[in-house]
């Protein structure tokens, strides 16, 4: 299986601040490696996938980067709205794993 | 617009079975596979498995013994069924569109709360 291991699992930040949240594959996954935002009471939403393919309709502030077994989610700008909870999930091979996430506090 | 709307019983008794459906609306159902997913506070989220048009499923090997994936492609709508449930399936079940070559879940349902108690 391959694993995933997220830092930090929480962070504090300002409004305009930058945020950088790391993501480490128990073994070199290529760039198959997505992020995703969630928000209590709702349904996770894409942010990136591939490592650094923005999804249609997310803003520019947030960016990715990596390939085999270290990737980054970085957001800059930080919004009031990215307050969340992040996830790696790598879709390298069944079963697809998630990292346990990163709460970012404003 | 794709959209999917997802139901089924929100309390279930230990040992009894947990069954959602999710319906899709919008864009191609066939094009596609379909999976289920879980969060709860203690595991975050949770791959349970995941189906095609063609009814070809797979399943986290945690689960593979308890879980059933099933299709019906002329509804549009996919099913979940966890059986022999205890506490540590009490969770919110998402289903979810795996969309292109990255294995990436672009559209999600809006998520059903399931609690397993007596």
């Known amino acids: 299986d391959v694993q995933l291991t997220q830092s930090p699992s929480s962070l504090s930040a300002s409004v305009g601040d930058r945020v950088t949240i790391t993501c480490r594959a128990s073994q070199s996954i290529s760039r198959y490696l997505n992020w995703y935002q969630l928000k209590p009471g709702n349904a996770p939403k894409l942010l990136i996938y591939a490592a650094s393919n923005l999804q249609t309709g997310v803003p520019s502030r947030f960016s990715g980067s990596g390939s085999g077994t270290d990737f980054t989610l970085t957001i800059s700008n930080l919004q009031r709205e990215d307050l969340a909870t992040y996830y790696c999930q790598q879709s390298y091979r069944t079963p697809y794993f998630f990292g346990l996430g990163t709460k970012v506090e404003i | 617009q794709v959209q999917l709307q997802q139901w089924g019983a929100g309390l279930v008794k230990p040992s009894e079975t947990l069954s959602l459906t999710c319906a899709v609306y919008?864009?191609?159902?066939?094009?596609?596979?379909w999976h289920w997913i879980r969060q709860s506070p203690g595991r975050g989220l949770e791959w349970i498995g995941q189906?095609?048009?063609?009814?070809?499923?797979r399943y986290s090997p945690s689960l593979q013994n308890r879980v059933t994936i099933s299709i019906d492609t002329s509804r549009s709508q996919f099913s979940l069924t966890l059986t022999s449930v205890t506490a540590a399936d009490t969770a919110v079940y998402f289903c979810?569109?795996?969309?292109?070559?990255?294995?990436?879940?672009?559209?999600w349902g809006q998520g059903t709360q399931i609690a397993v108690s007596s």
């Open positions: 979810a569109r795996e969309s292109g070559g990255w294995t990436r879940f672009d559209y």
């Open positions: 919008g864009g191609s159902f066939t094009a596609y596979s």
């Open positions: 189906i095609n048009h063609s009814g070809s499923t």
